[in-house]
């Protein structure tokens, strides 16, 4: 009986620290995977990652550390100086190209009216240009748009509520 007793106490020992084994296992995973935790609390919020739609330095943060955010509430600002000489600058471009256009269609008009005065070739140019001045126009139109939309893009704003930790 002694040899059957061994040969019991032993598989009873290999199952039980089996099953015990197994039991630290699963509490261990229950542990690390299921319920995180910091030295400073347990953590039970969502990441919110934030991005810009327009590259920059922010030059602007309208928040700080454990602060509640509501939805809708300005976050930083990215780089608006640049952005609005941007603007400016296509508005400058787009009053050069009015003029050239403006005066394009007079020397086209003119040449138009002068008929038989002026060389045909010379009025099939002065309407190429009133053609191309047109385009540079509607191109700076078109750039005009981006830039606004570039420039009400440098401020970013919360789409959601929740808790700022810049930690």
């Keep these: 009986m002694n040899g059957v007793a061994a040969a019991i106490l032993r598989w009873s020992a290999t199952i ?7 039991l630290v296992a699963v509490w261990l995973w229950q542990r690390y995977e ?7 609390g347990h953590v039970r919020v969502d990441v919110v990652r934030v991005t810009t739609e327009v590259s920059g330095l922010i030059t602007e943060v309208h928040l700080h550390d ?47 009216a002068l ?5 045909a070739e010379t009025r099939e140019q002065n309407v190429a240009r009133v053609q191309t001045a047109q385009a540079t126009l509607d191109q700076a139109l078109a750039e005009r748009a981006t830039a606004a939309l570039n420039l009400e893009r440098t401020e970013v704003h919360c789409h959601r509520q929740w808790h700022c930790d810049q930690s």
């Design 34 to 40: 299921t319920d995180p935790w910091t030295r400073d």
């Design 115 to 119: 008929k038989d005065l002026v060389a």
């Design 66 to 112: 454990n602060q509640p955010v509501k939805s809708g509430q300005l976050l930083f600002v990215v780089d608006r100086p640049r952005y609005a000489a941007a603007l400016e600058q296509v508005n400058a471009t787009i009053a050069s190209a009015r003029a050239q256009l403006d005066f394009a269609r007079k020397e086209a008009a003119r040449d138009i």
């Design 16 to 22: 039980t620290l089996v099953v015990l084994a197994s």
